[in-house]
């Protein structure tokens, strides 16, 4: 395990732990400096900062090199989604010991059939429960001999999406009998959803620790934060919303640019150097180390 790996499980379990996406090194320094106490590493963000869709074709070491450069970049804890594990169980319980090296403190992983789709379409087909669970039995393994138990299994179920939220809760508790630490709740539709998805796991496991997904344009509605800890959630994570607003600026940029042929009208939505370089903790002419935490 990296030296620079933070535990994500000593984050749990008293207030609401708020994760933003960071889809590189730099982006997770950002979210260090805003004062965040950890960085979630989306699938969707990352496949995207490769320039494809996110149905399953960045690899297993592509996932781990970005959650090294986010764990190294910003000394926080790492909550990654690893897809549907790449592969069977073997696989999945291999993706544990290389995330865990890698210096992530937890994964997700979800009950698709690959190649999965994004948990805001339409059109998705799941496993079945046992197959699944089967997962998260090797996952919880995994995390035992790799790190005595600290990396946290999440399972996330897709169920709302494809039969309805009685199936998704049904799906929840049989993972959480599998062994899974928290349950990720996919594509829910309210509040009402959501409360009662708490209401149900906690009842059949009261240490249960859940998961709420906050990306735009999806079907969830904007839902604050303290609302989410209102409802029992103990961890919302933003996984697009960096990655969306960097590259929604860089296209304006790029429009500016092609049409007037200078960067003038773009220069106040710009990070200057200077910031840039206190972002790096580098000034020039000065030898560079690793700022501390995060070797």
Request: proline share 4%.
């Amino acid at each position: 395990m990296m030296a620079f790996m933070n535990s994500l499980r000593s984050q749990l379990g008293s207030s609401t732990l708020a994760l933003p996406g960071a889809f590189n090194g730099l982006c997770a320094r950002m979210v260090a400096d805003a004062g965040f106490g950890g960085c979630y590493v989306s699938g969707a963000a990352v496949t995207a900062s490769f320039g494809v869709p996110d149905v399953g074709l960045v690899s297993l070491p592509e996932f781990c090199n970005v959650i090294e450069q986010v764990a190294r970049a910003s000394g926080l804890p790492v909550l990654a989604d690893a897809d549907t594990g790449f592969g069977e169980a073997e696989m999945v319980a291999r993706t544990v010991h290389e995330y865990a090296r890698a210096g992530a403190g937890g994964f997700h992983i979800e009950d698709q059939v690959f190649p999965k789709r994004c948990g805001h379409l339409d059109g998705k087909a799941l496993v079945s429960i046992d197959h699944f669970q089967e997962k998260v039995e090797w996952a919880k393994r995994a995390s035992d001999e790799a790190t005595g138990g600290d990396f946290v299994v999440c399972a996330r179920t897709d169920g709302a999406g494809v039969n309805g939220l009685d199936d998704a809760i049904e799906r929840a508790k049989a993972y959480l009998d599998a062994g899974a630490d928290m349950i990720f709740p996919e594509g829910l539709h309210s509040e009402d959803d959501f409360a009662r998805v708490a209401q149900e796991l906690k009842a059949h496991k009261n240490d249960a620790l859940l998961l709420a997904n906050m990306t735009e344009y999806g079907k969830t509605p904007i839902i604050n934060l303290k609302r989410f800890e209102e409802l029992g959630y103990d961890v919302v994570i933003w996984p697009v919303s960096t990655l969306r607003s960097a590259m929604g600026e860089v296209g304006r940029l790029l429009d500016t640019f092609k049409r007037t042929g200078e960067v003038t009208e773009s220069l106040d939505g710009m990070l200057d150097r200077e910031g840039l370089y206190r972002l790096l903790r580098y000034t020039p002419g000065e030898p560079w180390t690793f700022p501390s935490g995060t070797t």
